[in-house]
């Protein structure tokens, strides 16, 4: 660093010692100055002459140092160094430093930079935001609804629920209507009517069946007005016919027959009905049975083969086809053909018929609510035949009625 004078003419600078100005030649001897003290900054080297209060370098004060260097001008001697000045203090307790109340305004300071406020840290317990809370219960209700839904669905379509008829006609074309359960104590009566081409004299009578006991897939069902006899017929969970059975009770006519167990058994079981039934559906079955029968007042057995031959069709839907139990209900139509041929002892073929019979099926009901079947049985007694079945508590409309 250059310490140089000003001249107090025309201001020029001038080397320290000069006598004369170098630019107007003026003297410089009442401008002279005592010899300036350099030294340099404790905290980081800068240099720093005598009256310099603050570093130019870091703003360190020089309060202390500015001290030394007046006194080491007066006496003529060097300044002294940052490493002397550090030992003559040593020991020595620090002079307590003061900021300023004011920054200086003097061009040598340099203000440091001032870093930005950051706001003091609360406790995360009082301002965090709290997390949003899903509301839950919307989704609870919407899954309870769509369970409530799946399980009505399941039991509609299984035939354990009923709908109203408005919904039924809703899904009734999609929803296959399927075999209903058997209960112990389930009763139910038919009345028929029936003729022949022979005896045109129509014949009605009623006839109770009860379902009387459940052995696993074995349902027996008791004709309740057999009269002296004992008759029961035993079917499988599908409604298929498994075996029937009659046991003879005493009869004026038939007195050696009494006591007989006369016993069908159908293999496979025959299938009236193939369930589950939907609109359009067709299904073939073919069984046979064996049937040991006394005839010649009880002396001979003859045995007895039957085949039979059965093709149903699901034909539709129709509407009101009558009330059950006062309430107005849609009826499944179908139309059901029977083939039985019967073979005796010598395996010729004993007797042939045919039965077509058109039935309109309720699921309320589990049954068929009216069936109307003719029957023709050629080179026997009573020829073709016909007869009508109807459900004791179903008031038909003209629709079953006149068909």
């Given at each position: 660093?250059?310490?140089?004078?000003?001249?107090?003419?025309?201001?020029?600078?001038?080397?320290?010692?000069?006598?004369?100005?170098?630019?107007?030649?003026?003297?410089?001897?009442?401008?002279?100055?005592?010899?300036?003290?350099?030294?340099?900054?404790?905290?980081?080297?800068?240099?720093?002459?005598?009256?310099?209060?603050?570093?130019?370098?870091?703003?360190?004060?020089?309060?202390?140092?500015?001290?030394?260097?007046?006194?080491?001008?007066?006496?003529?001697?060097?300044?002294?160094?940052?490493?002397?000045?550090?030992?003559?203090?040593?020991?020595?307790?620090?002079?307590?430093?003061?900021?300023?109340?004011?920054?200086?305004?003097?061009?040598?300071?340099?203000?440091?930079?001032?870093?930005?406020?950051?706001?003091?840290?609360?406790?995360?317990?009082?301002?965090?935001?709290?997390?949003?809370?899903?509301?839950?219960?919307?989704?609870?209700?919407?899954?309870?609804?769509?369970?409530?839904?799946?399980?009505?669905?399941?039991?509609?379509?299984?035939?354990?629920?009923?709908?109203?008829?408005?919904?039924?006609?809703?899904?009734?074309?999609?929803?296959?209507?399927?075999?209903?359960?058997?209960?112990?104590?389930?009763?139910?009566?038919?009345?028929?009517?029936?003729?022949?081409?022979?005896?045109?004299?129509?014949?009605?009578?009623?006839?109770?069946?009860?379902?009387?006991?459940?052995?696993?897939?074995?349902?027996?069902?008791?004709?309740?007005?057999?009269?002296?006899?004992t008759r029961f017929s035993v079917y499988d969970t599908q409604r298929n016919l498994i075996?029937?059975?009659?046991?003879?009770?005493?009869?004026?006519?038939?007195?050696?027959?009494?006591?007989?167990?006369?016993?069908?058994?159908?293999?496979?079981?025959?299938?009236?009905?193939?369930?589950?039934?939907?609109?359009?559906?067709?299904?073939?079955?073919?069984?046979?049975?064996?049937?040991?029968?006394?005839?010649?007042?009880?002396?001979?057995?003859?045995?007895?083969?039957?085949?039979?031959?059965?093709?149903?069709?699901?034909?539709?839907?129709?509407?009101?086809?009558?009330?059950?139990?006062?309430?107005?209900?849609?009826?499944?139509?179908?139309?059901?053909?029977?083939?039985?041929?019967?073979?005796?002892?010598?395996?010729?073929?004993?007797?042939?018929?045919?039965?077509?019979?058109?039935?309109?099926?309720?699921?309320a009901a589990g049954r068929s609510v009216v069936m109307?079947?003719?029957?023709?049985?050629?080179?026997?007694?009573?020829?073709?035949?016909?007869?009508?079945?109807?459900?004791?508590?179903?008031?038909?409309?003209?629709?079953?009625?006149?068909?």
């Open positions: 660093m250059t310490i140089s004078i000003a001249c107090d003419s025309c201001r020029a600078p001038n080397a320290q010692g000069a006598k004369f100005c170098r630019q107007c030649g003026a003297s410089l001897a009442a401008t002279a100055v005592p010899p300036t003290v350099v030294s340099a900054c404790p905290a980081c080297g800068q240099p720093a002459v005598i009256a310099q209060k603050f570093c130019r370098g870091c703003g360190e004060p020089l309060a202390a140092m500015s001290q030394d260097l007046q006194d080491a001008a007066a006496l003529g001697a060097p300044a002294p160094t940052p490493a002397a000045r550090q030992a003559a203090t040593e020991g020595a307790p620090a002079p307590e430093r003061i900021p300023p109340s004011e920054p200086p305004t003097s061009a040598t300071h340099r203000m440091q930079p001032r870093l930005p406020e950051i706001p003091a840290r609360s406790s995360p317990k009082s301002n965090a935001p709290k997390p949003s809370r899903r509301k839950i219960w919307p989704w609870a209700v919407a899954g309870g609804l769509l369970a409530a839904i799946g399980v009505a669905g399941g039991l509609v379509y299984t035939g354990k629920l009923m709908l109203p008829l408005v919904a039924q006609r809703l899904v009734q074309d999609y929803v296959p209507v399927q075999a209903p359960e058997f209960q112990v104590g389930d009763t139910w009566t038919y009345e028929d009517s029936s003729s022949d081409n022979r005896h045109p004299t129509v014949t009605s009578s009623r006839h109770t069946y009860r379902v009387t006991s459940i052995e696993g897939d074995r349902v027996t069902v008791t004709p309740e007005d057999s009269g002296p006899d075996e029937s059975h009659t046991v003879f009770g005493k009869q004026p006519s038939f007195e050696a027959y009494e006591g007989i167990h006369h016993k069908s058994t159908y293999s496979p079981p025959w299938r009236g009905y193939d369930y589950p039934l939907t609109p359009g559906k067709t299904w073939h079955a073919f069984s046979t049975y064996n049937s040991p029968q006394l005839t010649g007042g009880a002396n001979t057995i003859h045995e007895i083969t039957g085949r039979m031959t059965v093709t149903g069709n699901v034909l539709g839907w129709e509407r009101n086809i009558g009330r059950l139990d006062g309430v107005m209900v849609d009826g499944l139509k179908l139309k059901i053909e029977q083939t039985v041929e019967t073979i005796g002892d010598s395996g010729a073929t004993t007797v042939t018929y045919t039965t077509t019979a058109t039935e309109w099926y309720v699921p109307r079947s003719t029957t023709h049985m050629p080179n026997t007694w009573n020829g073709d035949r016909t007869e009508t079945s109807r459900l004791v508590n179903f008031i038909p409309t003209d629709s079953t009625d006149t068909e």
